[in-house]
Nanobody, 132 residues
């Protein structure tokens, strides 16, 4: 089984920065699958969960338009850790942020990387609150 554990959330003023981390416990993606996908999603109260950023096993990334130029997704395979560096935070970035993983050897088109149904493993979430 795979378990994802996020950390790094907190409260920050608008314009500030946070870095989220997601550690993968259990099966190691790079060991079992030559191709895998991991992503960050967020969900604000009363809203649908939306994709923020995603990365594949080749290090190719994709971002939602509303975070382009402000957020950076990265991974440390040796540490089984996924990161989300968030800069220039805005009040509308306030949400619970979730790490997600797709354990699959099959190809997934880039256009599906920010769709929540692409992923079959989820973390418990970490809260990010940005005050204006």
């Amino acid at each position: 089984q795979v378990q994802l554990v996020e950390s790094g959330g907190g409260s920050v003023q608008a314009g500030g920065s946070l870095r989220l981390s997601c550690v993968t416990f259990g099966s190691t993606y790079s060991t079992y699958y030559s191709t895998y996908y991991m992503g960050w999603f967020r969900q604000a109260p009363g809203k649908e969960r939306e994709g923020v950023a995603a990365i594949d096993s080749d290090g190719i990334t994709t971002y939602a338009d509303f975070v382009k130029g402000r957020f950076t997704i990265s991974q440390d395979n040796a540490q089984n850790t996924l990161y989300l560096q968030m800069n220039s935070l805005k009040s509308e970035d306030t949400a619970t942020y979730y790490c997600a993983a797709r354990k699959s050897g099959s190809y997934v088109p880039t256009g599906l990387w920010l769709i929540k149904t692409t992923y079959n493993y989820w973390g418990q979430g970490t809260q990010v609150t940005v005050s204006s």
